[in-house]
């Protein structure tokens, strides 16, 4: 059995690119594999947030976690802030990096442009991911394509204290989506849907309500061709409804294509629009009985108490490794 380590930050608006680049996966691995995911809510915190909203952010994930599937049975599902271990190798990572390769990160550069002067957390933010991965012996990340350079870093960071001192650490490998799996924005289909942008029609929320789902798709950008044919090229906008189609109805773009020759847009959308809402119904369901309920208080309680016991080993490892503390 493989170690799968992931994590969402619990930055609110999960949306249909979450789930079908992320959440889906997360599901399907966990009956193969000893699984691990996390709500990253030291992560959030490298931008400014309110508490009130972040800890409700926390527990929407954590409750839409279980509503797409996971299983506590199977997988363990905590809050990162619960288990100490993730601050505490983080700052162990931080002394063997160099500033130079933090400074080569996209994503600290995306996030830092034009500002005048960046959080150090920003900064600092794939040394924490890779602590998240490192400290569970994890042999298996999966996340979408914009992750790869903080794999990367996690495995550089991972290797060289391997070389510089006793062997510490797995090497874990990186588990990519593959390409056409992106799902692009709704109303700008050459940008990926997000949980930022500032139109909320550009993505779907896994708990928007059908009529909100029906405005987004029906407003959704195509082109003028009247063709529904999959060229992401020269039609982004309905090669991405032909994608998120496929995925949840479980049926190939190929046999898509075919069932909507000569048909409009516009049919087209309508049906997108059913089977949307029908996907996300049950999701939506399970995520109103869980959010407020014990049950999840005790999932989240329990999986931190699981998380922490592997975590204290490798902790343990790692200060014996690097002579940190009195060594008994
Ligand atoms: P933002 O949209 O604000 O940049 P995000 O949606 O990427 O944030 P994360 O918590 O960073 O939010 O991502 C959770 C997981 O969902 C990651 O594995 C990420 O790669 C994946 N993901 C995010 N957006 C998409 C998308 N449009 N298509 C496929 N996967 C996505
Ligand atoms: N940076 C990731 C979230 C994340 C993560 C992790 C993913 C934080 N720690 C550890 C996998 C493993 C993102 O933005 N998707």
New binding site residues.
Partial sequence: MKRVFSG??P?GNI?L??Y???LKQFVELQDDNECIYCIVDMHAITVPQDPKTLREHTLDVAALYLAVGIDPKKSIVFVQSDVSGHAELSWVLTCNSYTGELSRMTQFKDKSKNKESAPTGLFTYPILMAADILLYDTDVVP??N??KQHIEICRDLATRINNKYEKTFVIPDGRF?KEG???MALDDPTK?????AENIHSRISLLDEPSKIKKSIMKATTDSEGIIRFDVENKPGISNLLNIYSVLADKSVEKLEAQYAGKGYGDFKKDLVEVTVEALAPIKARYEEIRHSDELMDILKEGAQRADAIAQKTMARVKKNFGLGLGR
Avoid: E, P, Y
């Avoid at 990926?192 to 930022?196: N, V």
């Fill in positions: 969402v930050q930055t949306h690119g979450n079908l680049g992320a996340v979408g914009d992750q989506l799996a992106r799902i990926k849907m997000s949980k930022s």
